[in-house]
């Protein structure tokens, strides 16, 4: 897909530690990365290299220590506390490894909740939330609980959920990091189709190669830092 640039994601000398009391982890060191509307860039590198960190610290659930974060021209760690959280229910998308859905809540339950949450009308909220059911391919299992899906189709309501308020970015950490490999393969299918006629950012976190190779770019990291950004360029200490 031809792309001009126009970065959705624009992160400028972003450090982050962790003091522990007895010890500080340098989470972070001075991490620059841009991100295209509509690319799909997969965050890879070792345990421990601050993939997840990242994630959390340019999508604002985690305070930076210094440096700038841009989402869609809002410099985020300058809102408030309620206004970034506000901006992060409204803007952005989230999907994680072990799904995060409320047990005692249905599909359609699950899928709607952001949308009460933001105040939509309960009709509007279940109209919307069919809808994207629907585009992942879950309509007949809506009125299931989460125990009763399979893995595979506990992360296509997590995908649901977190574009149901039409995201202009979604984040993914280890999206299909407890699924089988034929599952995993067609959860990557479905971001990666949604991606293309959507047109919504993708920024996930994978130790999968397979998974990785299928983004439009790679971004690798190491002891904190970028050593490369699948441009051809590198940020760090």
């Not at 991100?35 to 590198?45: K, L, P, S, T």
């Not at 190779?213 to 830092?225: F, K, L, P």
Request: proline share 4%; charged share 25%; net charge negative.
């Amino acid at each position: 897909m031809d792309r001009m640039p126009d970065p959705i994601v624009s992160a400028v000398k972003v450090f982050k530690t962790y003091d522990t009391g007895t010890v500080k982890v340098n989470a972070l060191r001075g991490v620059d990365l841009s991100v295209e509307r509509g690319e799909m860039v997969a965050i890879m590198g070792p345990s421990g290299c601050g993939k997840t960190t990242m994630l959390n610290c340019l999508s604002g659930l985690d305070e930076i220590d210094a440096g700038k974060v841009v989402i869609d021209g809002v410099v985020l760690h300058d809102l408030p506390d309620d206004e970034r959280s506000d901006y992060r229910a409204r803007r952005m998308g989230f999907v994680f490894q072990l799904y995060n859905l409320l047990p005692v809540l249905s599909a359609v339950e699950n899928v709607e909740l952001p949308l009460l949450v933001s105040g939509v009308s309960p009709a509007d909220a279940r109209s919307r939330s069919m809808e994207l059911l629907d585009l992942v391919g879950l309509t007949e299992r809506a009125q299931h609980l989460p125990g009763e899906l399979s893995g595979g189709q506990r992360q296509r309501v997590t995908i649901a959920r977190a574009l149901v308020n039409q995201p202009s970015i979604v984040w993914a950490d280890e999206p299909t990091g407890d699924l089988d490999s034929e599952t995993a393969s067609e959860i990557m299918d479905l971001m990666c189709r949604l991606n293309e006629e959507n047109g919504q950012s993708f920024v996930l976190v994978t130790h999968a190669a397979d998974v990785g190779n299928r983004a439009h770019r790679i971004v690798r990291m190491r002891d904190g830092s970028i050593v490369d950004d699948g441009n051809g360029q590198s940020s760090g200490k």
